[in-house]
């Protein structure tokens, strides 16, 4: 092959890689909307509205409450915060309370920067350390929120999430802090460790980077089947903030029948009665 034959097979071969590579993340104005969306191949989504409820109304979670609170505004403020991971029950509020922490600490005056909620999907953790990147030298404060985080066996972007969280050369911008929801304390379910375990020559060894993973969030905060009293707590709260005026022992009584055909006390499900409530109210659920 002739010199320029290789030459020319160099450039296509170049130009393919090109193609393959994401493209740099689009600018974007950070100032335009209090949270965004990450799209994997490089874009910001501004959320115009953000579902999310008040402080005050998420009930039976008052120690995670704080503690999320108190490493938030750490942040906000420019001191040292842990990454967060908070764990446990479905529909007990995990998503909720970290929109509505964001919401709080973001309008405090002492904030030393803007505080932005930037969200990334699943499907989209193999890109974080190029979000990372684009973030680093922006004059605001991020909080990056992953809901519903973990990872099946055949999966390996749990990799990326652990170098990303503290490893690499260039480590977790200050700027930037990762929060993030699972039914799972160790993000990766437990037959597959247990099955790493049983076929490895070393077995503590062969889950140890797996284990390892939560180990990068400094702050674990459990969340767990609520009381009745707490279930109805949530109810009745829902219920005064929203201006349902129904008698209360028929909220009672509804919200423990709905509660039961439904298998399950949760926040989910209590705001789920108060909708149906609304509903048969002709009340609109705003604000």
Same mark, same amino acid.
């Given at each position: 092959?002739? %010199?320029?034959? *290789?030459?020319?097979?160099?450039?296509?071969?170049?130009?393919?890689?090109?193609?393959?590579?994401?493209?740099?993340?689009?600018?974007? =104005?950070?100032?335009?909307?209090?949270?965004?969306?990450?799209?994997?191949?490089? %874009?910001?989504?501004?959320?115009?509205?953000? &579902?999310?409820?008040?402080?005050?109304?998420? +009930?039976?979670?008052?120690?995670?409450?704080?503690?999320?609170?108190?490493?938030?505004?750490?942040?906000?403020?420019?001191?040292?915060?842990?990454?967060?991971?908070?764990?446990?029950?479905?529909?007990?509020? *995990?998503?909720?309370?970290?929109?509505?922490?964001?919401?709080?600490?973001?309008?405090?005056?002492?904030?030393?920067?803007?505080?932005?909620?930037?969200?990334?999907?699943?499907?989209?953790? %193999?890109?974080?350390?190029?979000?990372? $990147?684009?973030?680093? +030298? *922006?004059?605001?404060?991020?909080?990056?929120?992953? =809901?519903?985080?973990?990872?099946?066996?055949?999966?390996?972007?749990?990799?990326?999430?652990?170098?990303?969280? %503290?490893?690499?050369?260039?480590?977790?911008?200050? &700027?930037?802090?990762?929060?993030?929801? $699972?039914?799972?304390?160790?993000?990766?379910?437990?037959?597959?460790?247990? &099955?790493?375990?049983?076929?490895?020559?070393?077995?503590?060894?062969?889950?140890?980077?797996?284990?390892?993973?939560? =180990?990068?969030?400094?702050?674990?905060?459990?969340?767990?089947?609520?009381?009745?009293?707490?279930?109805?707590?949530?109810?009745?709260?829902?219920?005064?903030?929203?201006?349902?005026?129904?008698?209360?022992?028929?909220?009672?009584?509804?919200?423990? +029948?709905?509660?039961?055909?439904?298998?399950?006390?949760?926040?989910?499900?209590?705001?789920?009665?108060?909708? =149906?409530?609304?509903?048969?109210?002709?009340?609109?659920?705003?604000?």
């Amino acid at each position: 092959m002739s %010199e320029e034959a *290789k030459l020319a097979l160099l450039e296509r071969i170049a130009a393919a890689l090109e193609r393959l590579a994401p493209p740099p993340p689009r600018a974007v =104005d950070f100032s335009s909307a209090e949270a965004f969306v990450w799209r994997a191949r490089g %874009e910001f989504s501004a959320v115009a509205e953000i &579902n999310r409820v008040d402080l005050s109304l998420l +009930e039976g979670v008052e120690r995670q409450r704080d503690q999320l609170i108190d490493n938030t505004r750490r942040f906000a403020r420019g001191l040292p915060a842990n990454n967060a991971l908070l764990w446990g029950a479905r529909g007990m509020g *995990k998503s909720s309370l970290v929109k509505a922490v964001h919401a709080t600490i973001a309008r405090e005056k002492e904030c030393a920067r803007p505080l932005k909620l930037i969200e990334i999907h699943r499907e989209d953790i %193999e890109s974080l350390p190029i979000l990372l $990147s684009s973030l680093r +030298e *922006k004059p605001f404060g991020f909080l990056l929120f992953c =809901d519903d985080l973990s990872f099946d066996a055949a999966e390996t972007s749990y990799k990326s999430l652990k170098s990303a969280l %503290e490893g690499g050369v260039e480590g977790r911008p200050r &700027n930037a802090l990762f929060y993030a929801t $699972s039914n799972r304390r160790h993000l990766l379910p437990r037959d597959m460790m247990e &099955n790493e375990r049983s076929s490895a020559i070393n077995p503590g060894e062969a889950v140890e980077e797996k284990v390892s993973l939560s =180990d990068r969030f400094g702050l674990w905060l459990g969340f767990h089947n609520c009381s009745q009293a707490e279930y109805l707590a949530m109810i009745f709260g829902y219920a005064r903030h929203h201006g349902l005026d129904a008698p209360p022992e028929t909220i009672e009584r509804e919200a423990l +029948e709905w509660s039961i055909t439904r298998g399950a006390r949760s926040g989910r499900v209590a705001w789920q009665y108060v909708q =149906d409530l609304a509903g048969r109210l002709g009340k609109r659920l705003d604000g």
